[in-house]
């Protein structure tokens, strides 16, 4: 995961039956953005996929099964070999600014 602070990347080793509060939690803490209200947009693309692939959405408890199903499926094709989730932080959060009309 990219972290704010140094810009590169960080490896966080979670259990696979961690709850995706938790994992929030722990991506915005590396992140550096717990105190902000607003939030980044979170993606992910498996270590198995292509750099052209999309990243998929990670903003919900229904995206985090579907992300660790793919990380199964993934490990189930190629036998012996760990595959990693690789968390995208969107680096631009829009904000809505109330202005005069």
Request: net charge negative.
């Amino acid at each position: 995961m990219p972290t704010a602070a140094t810009g590169g990347s960080d490896r966080v080793k979670l259990n696979p039956a961690t709850p995706y509060e938790d994992v929030l939690t722990n991506i915005y803490e590396i992140i550096g953005c717990s105190a902000v209200t607003k939030k980044p947009v979170l993606q992910y693309r498996l270590s198995s996929s292509t750099l052209k692939s999309e990243p998929i959405n990670l903003s919900s408890e229904m995206d985090w099964e579907g992300c660790l199903e793919d990380v199964g499926v993934a490990e189930g094709k190629k036998k012996g070999t760990v595959i990693t989730i690789n968390i995208i932080v969107s680096e631009v959060v829009s904000t809505k600014l109330d202005q005069p009309v």
